[in-house]
């Protein structure tokens, strides 16, 4: 039976990625830093290992592989989704703001990323980094989160070419706007049109769409695809090729 690693697995993406993994018979250790809520979500599944740790803690990411391998023996697959999102303007991001959004989103996927690959070198296995469209194009107020989910990108790459000759293939997933409930908490209709208007689907993904993507890289279906970062973002990556007012159709256009 094949195991994952899941950071951030106690809700949103993270635990619809575990509830993806589980459906085809993997075994999950589910990592996150909230422990009440990680230990609520667990006690409901089955072959799930609930590990409260803090992945930009060197020792504490030491102990999420080390704890994986004495439960379930092996690691097929670590899936770095743990992150955290800070927005807020160049000027009001102080260092300490910054470093907080690196430690997690940048240092927290190399730490696991490296504590793993032993493991993956045995079986073989997958990484997949969950970066985000703020990676791919630039917004405003996310100079720390976009720039960290940049950063990530490049070192899917950089994972990809060193560890591909071990056979483990390293991916990364970008996602677009998705209907979590802390975006529904905090996004005002007038954001939700405008994001409508900009997606060419005109919808937010789901955590299941997401969670699709995520395990099909982990899985031998992907079996050839290393390296890349994939946008699971209703085409929002494709919308600066042309405006928003010309998609209904070419109507009064004169050039």
């Known amino acids: 039976m094949k195991t994952a690693i899941v950071t951030g697995a106690a809700r949103g993406i993270g635990l619809a990625t575990t509830d993806e993994f589980l459906s085809l018979g993997w075994r999950v250790a589910m990592v996150d830093w909230d422990g009440d809520e990680l230990a609520a979500v667990a006690a409901t599944r089955r072959d799930v290992l609930a590990l409260p740790h803090d992945i930009s803690n060197p020792q504490q990411v030491a102990a ?21 999102a800070d927005f807020g303007p160049i000027e009001e991001t102080d260092f300490e703001r910054w470093r907080r959004v690196m430690a997690v989103n940048l240092d927290g996927t190399f730490l696991m990323s490296q504590a793993a690959t032993p493991a993956l070198k045995d079986t073989r296995g997958a990484i997949v980094n969950i970066a985000s469209i703020s990676g ?47 975006a529904m908490a905090v996004h005002t209709p007038d954001i939700i049109a405008a994001y409508h208007d900009a997606l060419p689907l005109n919808r937010y993904g789901t955590e299941d769409e997401l969670a699709q993507a995520i395990v099909f890289l982990c899985s031998d279906k992907a079996s050839y695809i290393t390296g890349q970062c994939l946008a699971v973002d209703g085409g929002f990556e494709a919308t600066g090729i042309g405006l928003p007012a010309l998609r209904g159709g070419a109507e009064g256009y004169q050039g």
């Open 64 to 84: 999420s592989v080390r704890e994986t391998l004495d439960t379930f023996g092996q690691v097929n697959a670590l899936v770095n989704n743990a992150g955290i």
């Open 136 to 182: 791919l194009r630039a917004s405003t107020l996310r100079v720390a989160y976009g720039t960290s989910k940049a950063a990530v990108i490049a070192l899917t790459q950089q994972q990809a070419v060193e560890l591909g000759e071990h056979g483990i293939r390293c991916n990364a997933v970008a996602p677009g706007p998705v209907r979590t409930k802390l």
